[in-house]
């Protein structure tokens, strides 16, 4: 969720800007060898580590896993203000490593081996509303190691990958099974486009702007390709991508993808045509969706062999926060969206079962997951060595942007003044600040 959202008219951005109806721009980056810096050892306990990550007012990012060093250990690669970390684990302890990249804070680090050598390489994508060399994305091709450090090789460019888009994760899959791994970009929008009118938004939805939307990249021979349209991968203006999965949803032994989108832009459930690209199938397979969709998990929650599709949403557990901090709904705004092609979405937590015929029931209420607050991302594990998969919700927010008293006075704040920039900070700085707490679900069976 962005604050300018919640903002009134009078300072919203303009929703687009010429600079985005450009093709992403790919930079040139020069090469040299990385060697990740030791910052911290941490004893075996593995205290708690922070780093803080800056992608705008308030952002999510996202944590990378993989073993970089081969070393039969999981490592991890998380975005920080002054270039990413890599916590290594071993049998001892940690070791906090930094990458010295002089960039703003990363939005989402992926793992994959790129280049098919067995080593796990690092891609860095960047995003929110910063210079386009700023957003150029880093790739760093894994070099093997010095001493039991990776070194790395910065080739982005040689790849195609050193585009600009707005990203906030990618995902490396093979969607063609050809033994390679291809690459999916989820993109967002660094601009909200208010949901007024029916045609418009009809319009947005069915005009391609690769500049800003989600895009999927063909691996041929080491060089990235853009698919563009004849993917099928939806690319407009109305992307707000937060989460993105991929998984055989469809049991037919091909990859299919799932899109969290944020604001009112619908979710996308991408199923693998054989042919080189994906058919949007949402409105085949689900009933509804949640509405301000953030992080999304996929796993077979019930042991039925299909998997099943996991969506966070932003409703608070308790009758107090949910009226402190959210208008009721709009009926004619409800059905103004699903006219304009944004389906059936509503705000809470949704767990989609699998019925294994290409249906799926949406029981998140009824599970007991519907309702999380402002939680960011699902991860389903057997945390309890019982057989049943878990679930953990990360949750939190720095501020309620969207408190309804902090609203009436921001409308008060503004009355017969114009706004300055730094009266936005001032504002923001007004709004006040909850602890809530992450979420761990045990699953007991019975989908609850």
């Not at 075996?44 to 007012?57: Q, S």
């Not at 932003?314 to 103004?336: C, G, I, T, V, W």
Request: hydrophobic share 40%; net charge negative.
């Amino acid at each position: 969720m962005n604050v300018l959202r919640l903002l009134p008219a009078s300072i919203a951005l303009l929703a687009l800007s010429s600079a985005c109806d450009a093709a992403p721009r790919r930079v040139k980056a020069p090469r040299r060898l990385l060697r990740p810096a030791e910052i911290i050892s941490v004893p075996r306990t593995y205290p708690a580590i922070r780093w803080k990550t800056t992608l705008g007012l308030d952002a999510n990012a996202t944590l990378a896993v993989g073993d970089l060093d081969l070393d039969g250990q999981i490592d991890l690669v998380a975005p920080a203000v002054d270039g990413p970390a890599v916590l290594r684990l071993d049998g001892r302890g940690a070791v906090v490593w930094r990458f010295p990249l002089s960039r703003p804070a990363t939005a989402g680090p992926a793992l994959g081996d790129v280049d098919g050598d067995g080593k796990p390489d690092i891609y860095l994508s960047y995003s929110g509303k910063v210079r386009p060399e700023n957003r150029v994305k880093q790739l760093f091709i894994n070099q093997g190691n010095d001493n039991g450090v990776p070194m790395f090789l910065e080739k982005a460019a040689e790849y195609g990958l050193a585009d600009t888009s707005y990203t906030t994760q990618s995902v490396f899959f093979d969607y063609d099974l050809d033994n390679d791994l291809d690459l999916f970009l989820l993109n967002h929008n660094p601009d909200n486009i208010p949901i007024l009118d029916e045609a418009a938004t009809i319009a947005f939805l069915k005009t391609p702007r690769f500049a800003i939307g989600s895009r999927l990249l063909r691996n041929n021979k080491n060089k990235f390709e853009e698919t563009g349209a004849a993917s099928g991968i939806t690319s407009t203006a109305l992307s707000y991508g937060l989460g993105a999965a991929v998984s055989d949803i469809n049991s037919d032994g091909w990859p299919d993808l799932y899109v969290s989108n944020d604001y009112s832009a619908p979710d996308y459930l991408y199923i693998n045509n054989k042919k080189g690209g994906f058919v949007n199938q949402l409105e085949k397979h689900l009933g509804q969706t949640s509405h301000f969709s953030m992080g999304n998990n996929i796993s077979d929650i019930n042991n039925d062999g299909y998997p099943d599709i996991f969506t966070l949403d932003m409703l608070p557990e308790s009758n107090d926060r949910q009226k402190l901090l959210f208008a009721p709904d709009n009926y004619e705004k409800f059905n103004l969206g699903v006219r304009s092609g944004l389906y059936y979405q509503y705000m809470r937590n949704m767990l989609h079962v699998n019925n294994g015929n290409g249906t799926f029931s949406e029981t998140g209420q009824f599970s007991g997951i519907s309702n999380t607050d402002w939680s960011w991302a699902p991860l389903f594990a057997d945390f309890d060595n019982d057989g049943l998969k878990d679930l953990f919700v990360t949750n939190g927010y720095t501020r309620d942007y969207t408190n309804m008293d902090f609203i009436k006075y921001m409308g008060d704040f503004l009355k017969n003044r114009k706004l300055m920039r730094e009266d936005i900070l001032t504002l923001v700085k007004q709004i006040p600040s909850s602890l809530v707490t992450n979420y761990m679900f045990k699953n007991t069976g019975s989908l609850r």
